[in-house]
C-alpha cells in the first residue's frame, strides 16, 4: 500500500493521472494536492460506453479506475476543471473504490444562458454573454461554440426566475412548446438575439433563459459493473450528462456530496444529479444538495427489455427499445428474471438466464434454463430480478430542479426520511412502463416518513400531477385484477406547499397516509390541477388517519377521506 502524490502544474493533467492510475495497486491511495488541475481529451484514456439515459459512443476518460480494488482518489479540496467532451472519472469492474474531497467543473459548459430584456407574442429577446456561451449566427440558426464541438439547440430552452433561482411558474419545457427541434434565431447585435418563435408561455423581463444544446454525451462520474462505491464531499458543477450513472453496480453511497452551480450560472449538470440503473444490495444517498440540475435528483430503475421473436422453448430475441439504453448489459447468467404483459404490467412467470448472446447494440438472443410461459408473446417485457437494489435517502436537499424530485422504480426496500424536498414536479414521482421509456420496477416496500415538503408542481404538467405522484403508465388498469405497485407507507411528514394536490396514487395496493401535517402556502397561484387533496385510482387498502390540514385545505381535505372511506 502506498500513496501518490500529484501535484497541480500548468497544462494538461490527464496523461499525469493517467500514469498515476497505472502505477495505481491494489490498496493504494492517489492523493491530490489542493489547487486547480486542468484536464483536455486530446491524450485522455478512450473506450466505447454503453451508458444508460446517455449518449452511447466513444468515449474519452479523466480518471480511468478500471479492475481496480481497494483504492482511494483523495483530492484534498482540489478543483478540476474540464476541456471539451471529456469524462471525468469512470469506475468499471472495480471492488472498494472511495472518491472524495474535489470538485468538478466545466471551463465552457454545455448549455448557455440569457437574460430576457424583451418578450412578445412573436418572440423573446435575450442578451447573452459571448464570453462565457460563445455562440454565432448562421442563415437563422444559433450556434453554440464549446472547446472542440459545436452545436445548435437540440432540447429546448428553459426560463427561470433569478429570484428563486427555479425554473419560472408554469413555464414548463421551451416555455410551452415543448422540444421543438428548431427555434429560429435572429441576431440583434451588441451580444443581443431574438428567438423569434411564439412561446405559449412567456418569460417575464429579467428572467433567466437556459439555452439546451448538448445531448449527453460526457456525464461526470459513470459507475459500471462495480461493488461497494463511495462518493463522498464531492461537488458537481456541471457535467454534459448525468452527474451520476451508475449500472449492474452493488453497493453504492452518496455521502455529503453536491450539485450546484457555479459563479453566475443557474443551471449545474444538464440532466439528472444521479441516476441508478439495475444496480443492487443497497443505495445510499446521505446528506447531499440536488439543485439546478435540468432533470431529477435521482432516478433508480430497472430496464424492460422487449420480447422481439420467440425462438424456442427455451430462448427468444430481446430488444433494448430506448435509444439510451442499447448496449447496455440485460444479464448475466444465473441472473432471475420476470415476465410481464405490456398491457397491463403485471408479472406472470419467472425464469433464469442461462446465457445471453449479443446480436447487435439492440438485440440479443437469451437463452434460459426453464422452459418459458405458454403465454408469452412479441411485445411483452422481461425484467432482471436480481439486480434490484434497495434505496436510503437521508438528510438531503433537492430544489430549484427542472422536472421531479426523486424518481423510484425499485421492488428493494426504500426508506426517503429526514430530507427537504422541492421540485417544479412531484417531490416524489413512482412510475414503472414498458411502452415508453422501459423502466421497470414495481415497489414492494416503500417507507417516506419525516420529510418536509415545500412548494412542488408548479412547473409544467408531465412533470408531475401532486407532490406526491404514484402513477405507473399503464394503458387501461381497470380490470386488471391486481395492483402494479403495492406497500407505501407515507408518515409524519410536513407538506407546505401552495396547490391543492398531496397524492395522486394509481395501482397501489396498500397505501397509508398518517401523521401528516399540511400547510398552505402563497408562493404561487393555485393551478387547479387537481381538485381533491388526496386522489386515488385503482387502489386497495386505502388506510388515511390522524392527518393535520390549515383551514385553506379543511373542506377539501374531508371530502377527499369522505369520497375514498
Sequence with gaps: MKTIRINPQLGDMTPVVFRALQDCEDGDVISLSPG?????????????????????????????????????????????????????????????????????????????????????????????????????????????????????????????????????????DSMGLGFPQHIAVEDLGDSRVRLAESFPQLPKQGQIVVLRHYNRHCPGIHLKTSQYILLERVTLHHAGGMGIIGQFCEDVTVRDCRVTPSGDRIFSVTADASHFVNCRGTIHLENCLFENQLDDPTNVH??????????????????????????????????????????????????????????????????????????????????????????????????????????????????????????????????????????????????????????????????????????????????????????IRIENNTFCTFDAGIIFARSVDGIRFSGNTLQHTDSYPNTGRNSAVLTFKECRHIDVKDNNADDFLYEEWIRTIEAND
Design 36 to 172: 486547480d488541475y486542468h484536464f483536455h481529451p486530446e491524450f485522455a484514456f478512450k473506450k466505447y460506453y454503453f451508458i444508460s439515459n446517455n449518449r452511447h459512443g466513444l468515449k474519452r476518460v479523466a480518471f480511468p479506475v478500471i479492475d481496480k480494488q481497494d483504492v482511494t482518489i483523495d483530492g484534498n479540496g482540489a478543483h478540476l476543471i474540464f476541456h471539451g467532451e471529456i469524462i471525468p472519472f469512470v469506475v468499471e469492474n472495480s471492488r472498494h473504490i472511495t472518491l472524495r474531497n474535489f470538485c468538478i467543473d466545466w471551463e465552457r459548459p454545455f448549455y448557455s444562458q440569457g437574460t430576457v430584456t424583451a418578450a412578445d407574442a412573436s418572440g423573446v429577446n435575450l442578451k447573452i454573454d459571448r464570453s462565457s456561451y460563445p455562440y454565432r449566427i448562421e442563415e437563422g440558426n444559433i450556434i453554440f461554440e464549446g472547446e472542440g464541438w459545436e452545436s445548435g439547440f437540440c432540447e429546448g430552452v428553459f426560463a427561470f426566475d433569478p429570484k428563486t433561482r427555479a425554473p419560472a411558474y408554469l413555464s414548463g
Design 302 to 487: 430497472g430496464i424492460n427489455t422487449r420480447v422481439k421473436e420467440v425462438v424456442d422453448s427455451h430462448s427468444f430475441i430481446t430488444e433494448l427499445v430506448h435509444h439510451e439504453q442499447h448496449g447496455v448489459e440485460i444479464g448475466f447468467a444465473g441472473d432471475r428474471v420476470q415476465f410481464t404483459d405490456n398491457t397491463t404490467l403485471l408479472s406472470y412467470a419467472d425464469n433464469e438466464i442461462e446465457s445471453v448472446e449479443w446480436i447487435s447494440e439492440q438485440l440479443s438472443k437469451t437463452t434460459f434454463k426453464q422452459e418459458l410461459p405458454e403465454r408469452l408473446q412479441s411485445g411483452h417485457v422481461m425484467e432482471n430480478m436480481s439486480w434490484t437494489p434497495g434505496l436510503h435517502i437521508h438528510g438531503c436537499t433537492c430544489r430549484n430542479n427542472r422536472a421531479r424530485g426523486y424518481l423510484i422504480s425499485t421492488p428493494g426496500k426504500v426508506v426517503v426520511e429526514n430530507n427537504q424536498i422541492e421540485a417544479s414536479g412531484a417531490g416524489i414521482k413512482i412510475s414503472g412502463d414498458a411502452n415508453s421509456w422501459f423502466e421497470s420496477g414495481a415497489v414492494r416496500d416503500v417507507l417516506i416518513r419525516n420529510n418536509h415538503f415545500g412548494d412542488c408542481c408548479y412547473g409544467d404538467l408531465p412533470w408531475g400531477r401532486a407532490v406526491i405522484d404514484i402513477d405507473p403508465e399503464i394503458p387501461s388498469p381497470l380490470g386488471n385484477g391486481d395492483c402494479f405497485h403495492r406497500n
